[in-house]
């Protein structure tokens, strides 16, 4: 059998006893009394030796199977509550800090704040003002600049053609200037056929250099061809002794999977808790439908309700809906109207409507579910009159008297039960309010 998960801090599995048979009423003992690891322990063994003594799906394991995935959901449920109340205790701690304030004092500090925001909202628009203006000022200053520099461009320009030109009429008017002229240029024109000479020998030279380098590397490539091929062969021969080694390292490849394949199998041990408790509860729901008694079919509907309790906790809605609906079918065919797992049962299909934003249907359920009790309520009152006129209570009442009993269930149905279900049918009502549009929110008002 599949055990509870690891990460849970829990009595050690061995135990004083291994019979099945203890070990279930003690599982079940402390799982009353809210002792939930102990109770888990217990019934995992007894579980396991029930499984082993007569098959996993045998009519004996039903109980064990049932009272073993209720213990796993109230354990899952006491881990996802320390870990929400340890967030929970951080945002106290958070927000402690800050001391309340008086209704005055947050008066005065609104009215400061419109204060210190018109005030604000002046100053930023005066200095957007004074900046608009700076940036301006800095335009129209670039641009006088720019102006400028091409003012003294153009006049230094000016001044350098006009020099220019002045030195060209000085060197015609003079003869000997004019003849040193016109040898600096003749000599210009013989330097320039030198060196168009001087580059035609050059590459006539190249060229018959790079003939050569040609010829050159034609000879060196004809021997690489040939060595090449004995390059070839001897990769043939390399090749060959590399086949034999990827054989080898396939086989190494195919035995590293097979030995990861066993480390990927799941562990019993790490199964989250809640998918625990769900197969062990598909497991007792089947063993109870088999037998098809009255006794057993009220139990496949606890089975039912259960299932359909971890389907809320892991968010899958819509299941859960199915299994509420069979649990209420179930029981609906064998209690009586007036019946407290009846209204419970309806009380859960509220929840789940409401988690699967089906407020209509919430709602719906959450009033046959007050409806359900307040039928009980009258229900109990009956037999609390009735008791009284016999000798029933007139003791000191014991845990185990009717009339005690009666008094303490139509207390906790006024006190905390139907006040606590008025609560939510109002927060449903908001729910669905916030998820229509606007006009229908108006027409729902009038």
Known sequence: MASASTSTAVVPESTGTKDPTELLAQGKRDLLCGEIPSSVNSLQEACRLLADKYGETADECGDAYYYYGKALLDLARIENGVLGNALQGVEVEEEGDAQPDSTDDKEDKI???????????????????????EREDENKKEKDEKTEEKAEDADSKNEKDKKKDDKDAEESKSPEKAKVKEDDKAEKEKDTEQEKTDET??????????????ETEDGEKKEGEGGEEDEEEGEEEEGGEEEGGEEAESEDVDTEEGESKKEGQEDPDDIPNLQLAWEMLELAKVIYKRKGTKETALKAAEAHLKLGEVALETDQYEQSIDDFKECLKI???????????????????????????????SIENYKEA????????????KKVEAYE????????????????????????????VLPDISTKIEDVENERLLALPQTAILESVA
């Open 389 to 416: 006129k016999t000798d029933h209570g007139i003791s000191l009442p014991e845990a185990n008297d009717p009339l005690f009993q009666a008094r303490k269930e139509i207390k906790d149905l006024k006190e905390n």
């Open 370 to 381: 007050v409806k359900d009790f307040e039928d009980r309520l009258a229900l109990l009152a």
């Open 201 to 214: 020998t050059k590459d006539t030279v190249e060229k018959k250099e790079g003939e050569e380098t040609m």
């Open 111 to 133: 009215e400061k704040a419109e204060e210190v925001q018109g005030e604000e909202r002046e100053k930023v628009i005066a200095d957007v003002h004074d900046a608009m203006a």
């Open 331 to 361: 029981q609906k065919e064998f209690l009586e109207p007036q019946d407290r797992r009846i209204a419970e049962t309806h009380y859960q299909l509220g929840r789940a409507y409401s988690f699967n934003r089906q407020f209509h249907l």
